[in-house]
């Protein structure tokens, strides 16, 4: 890992300027690989826009909008959605806890006429994407919102919990109650639907900007602990017993999380006081250690100095864990800091160098809109399917093989049909093609049938070998 820091320093060295470096070749695709976009329903920012189902007409374009992102989003290569469920104390599916938000409805506490977060699981496994629920832990809505809501909102339901700032309302990590309210969101979620992971956002205090005191739940809950990690050890709470909840109802569930980009100051890389560990209190590397996270996705918008050291960083603490990090693509839009491609490609193939665990990008609207080319060059980038990192961590034992039975017909089609796998998880089954030079190539994946029709492109790799995997909810393929 010294060497990776010499040779990251000496790549810095070259150029004050990220735009002076040289276009890399693409590296080849890898077989596991996390390929991810954040989706936010926030004000209907990447979807559903200003389409309010209040109508049968606009709940149909509602849900074809989402179902045509994920069509263009699988064919970029994505693999994982993380799709905005919690918002701002408010959420997008009938809740026990929180009242509906109005990006979806158009209305705030009223709710449409279907469920959409049903809607974007069946839609994403459609087309063989994990999809998780992006849940946003302590900030919580406007004190306007708030009043909008009435009876409705948290600030209403459980004001001890809930702190103003300004215009701004948060929940208190430090107030006894906050870690079980936000577990509960998350058990709600996985005890409902067939979520593939649970993702933390804002899982950390407030930064110094909103003012936030919590000094009277330090002194009477403090025992005496130094305050920077009393305030630690409270978000670290949370997120223990978010996983413990989860992962009591279904283990395979992945916990992930978005932490500050960059963890803490390193000998040769100053994070200049904004850091997840000091500055807002996300112990993120432990809780990767303590296997509280399975994935990690650090918000790493930024680049050069202020990225490369600290990817290495974060892949050489990871403990055996998918490190995915956040690439700020929404800085390539001329609306923002009009970055050059270059910037986020060059990033994406040092990431995949290092084998950190893949990309995810801030926000899918920016890799819809083509931004500098991006999409065309994820479409290039992507262009081989690629599974997700296995958890094994949590199982590594492989499940049965399936038999299969292959039939043949004069249209050259092979009909293969195989036995349905018994196993403690779900079980979905992956197609693969060996060709006569020993090439593998995926041709199918998280089939939920017993049978599949295959049909080359080219007549002759009927011939080739064709092979059937099941795989478990933890990722692992059998034989």
């Known amino acids: 890992m010294k060497i ?8 810095l060295s070259l150029s004050a300027s990220a735009q002076a470096w040289p276009q890399p070749p693409a590296l080849e695709p890898m077989e596991r690989e996390i390929r991810a976009v954040w989706l936010c329903t926030l004000g209907g920012m990447d979807w ?20 045509r992102q994920f069509d263009q989003l699988q064919a970029a290569g994505i693999n994982v959605i993380l799709f905005q469920t919690r918002i701002r104390g408010t959420v997008i599916y009938p809740s026990l806890y929180e009242p509906w938000d109005g990006a979806i409805s158009g209305k705030p506490g009223v709710a ?8 974007a699981v069946q839609e994403a496994h459609k087309r063989g994407m994990e999809l998780h629920a992006y849940v946003v832990a ?73 003012s936030f005191n919590d000094n009277t739940a330090y002194r009477k809950y403090g025992n005496g602990m130094s305050k920077n990690q009393w305030k630690r050890d409270q978000v670290t709470y949370t997120v223990k017993m978010v996983h413990d909840v989860v992962k009591a109802i279904r283990p395979w569930v992945k916990i992930s999380c978005s932490p500050v980009g960059k963890y803490a100051d390193l000998p040769r890389a100053n994070s200049y006081g904004w850091n997840a560990r000091d500055a807002v209190f996300q112990d993120a590397q432990l809780w990767l250690e303590k296997n509280y996270m399975d994935w990690l996705f650090p918000m790493m918008y930024f680049d050069g100095k202020h990225f490369y050291p600290f990817a290495a960083n974060w892949q050489q603490e990871s403990y055996g864990h998918p490190v995915i990090p956040g690439l700020g693509i929404y800085f390539l839009s001329p609306r923002e800091k009009d970055w050059d491609l270059v910037t986020i490609t060059r990033q994406m193939n040092v990431l995949r160098q290092l084998g950190i665990g893949g990309q995810a990008f801030f926000r899918s609207q920016f890799l819809l809109e083509n931004q500098k080319g991006l999409y065309d060059f994820c479409k290039n980038f992507y262009r081989q399917p690629a599974l997700t990192p296995p958890m094994t961590w949590v199982d590594n034992n492989p499940p049965a093989a399936p038999n299969v039975k292959t039939e043949r017909d004069d249209k050259y089609i092979m009909h293969l049909t195989w036995n349905a796998v018994k196993d403690a998880s779900p079980i979905v089954y992956n197609i693969y093609r060996k060709t006569k030079l020993g090439d593998i190539e995926m041709i199918a994946h998280h089939l939920k049938a017993t049978h599949f029709d295959y049909a080359p492109y080219v007549p002759a790799h009927i011939n080739d070998s064709i092979f059937v995997k099941a795989m478990d909810a933890y990722g692992n393929e059998s034989l």
């Open 48 to 67: 559903p826009g200003r389409t309010y189902a209040n109508t049968p007409e606009r709940t149909e374009k509602q849900k074809a909008d989402l179902c």
């Open 4 to 11: 990776l820091y010499t040779i990251l320093f000496s790549l």
């Open 138 to 210: 302590y900030p919580l809505c406007t004190v306007s919102q708030a009043k909008q809501l009435g009876k409705k909102s948290i600030t209403a339901q459980h004001p001890e919990l809930c702190q103003r700032c300004g215009d701004r309302w948060f929940m208190d990590p430090g107030m006894p109650g906050t870690a079980a309210y936000i577990a509960g969101i998350c058990e709600e979620i996985v005890e409902n639907y067939d979520v593939d992971g649970i993702h933390l956002d804002y899982i950390r205090y407030p930064e110094k900007d909103f």
């Open 112 to 119: 449409p006429p279907y469920d959409p977060l049903a809607f």
